[in-house]
């Protein structure tokens, strides 16, 4: 079963710009989630999606934005980009959304913002 | 609010020595803890999960975890390191609103194994 995956890899921005990032879960999975690694702020929850419905998310300014398709791919945007969101931004995907749910992690996409 | 306090941010042992990782939780109900680790320029794997049935938990790669209620602590322990072992690890509670997860991450330890 091919695992979760993650496109771009590497993205490099300028200030300003907004950027479309894309996931496509385990087949199967219902549940995506998004989040941001930093190395001041660590690991943070931007979002979840379940079925289309964006159901739970985090404390981020409203440029960040996702979505999620009826095949259960999801796509995050970053608009008016800021130097701070240079970051690895992780997708995880999951079979239910449970609080025992066990999450499915793709290899992320490191976006570069000069 | 769920959170977790990992209370190493690095730590080094030697190839064949016990690995302890240590994270402390903290929680209004009973918890849903992992472990994930990640190598460099890699994406999260999970090492072990806790859902409330045994308190001592096995996982891959010979790392087992025990949930100690009393001390609220999940530490995350090896018998013998090996250096592929060397990654950024984090301990985890899953939060629950409104039926949606939301996965807390602590802050991470760096394990360094040397030879």
């Known amino acids: 079963k091919a695992g979760v995956t993650q496109t771009p890899r590497y993205l490099i921005k300028t200030r300003g710009q907004q950027v479309t990032l894309s996931c496509s879960p385990i087949s199967g999975h219902r549940s995506v989630s998004w989040y941001q690694q930093t190395p001041g702020q660590g690991l943070q929850f931007l979002f979840e999606?379940?079925?289309?419905?964006?159901?739970n998310k985090g404390n981020f300014p409203g440029r960040f934005s996702g979505r999620q398709f009826s095949n259960s791919r999801s796509e995050m945007n970053v608009s008016t980009l800021e130097l701070g969101d240079s970051a690895l931004y992780l997708c995880?995907?999951?079979?239910?959304?449970?609080?025992?749910?066990?999450?499915?992690f793709g290899p992320g996409t490191r976006l570069t913002v000069l | 609010a769920q959170s977790v306090t990992q209370l190493d941010s690095h730590v080094s042992v030697s190839e064949g020595t016990p690995v302890l990782l240590r994270c402390n939780y903290s929680s209004s109900y009973s918890p849903s803890l992992f472990w994930y680790v990640q190598h460099p320029n890699k994406g999260l794997q999970l090492l072990l999960k806790y859902t409330s049935a045994a308190t001592l938990v096995k996982g891959i790669n010979g790392f087992e975890a025990e949930f100690k209620k009393s001390e609220t602590s999940f530490h995350l322990t090896k018998p013998s390191a090996h250096m592929s072992d060397a990654a950024e690890y984090f301990c985890?509670?899953?939060?629950?609103?409104?039926?949606?997860?939301?996965?807390?991450f602590g802050q991470g330890t760096r394990l360094t194994i040397n030879p």
């Open positions: 995880a995907s999951s079979w239910t959304s449970g609080r025992a749910s066990e999450q499915f």
């Open positions: 985890v509670v899953s939060d629950e609103i409104q039926g949606a997860q939301k996965l807390v």
């Open positions: 999606y379940f079925s289309e419905t964006q159901r």
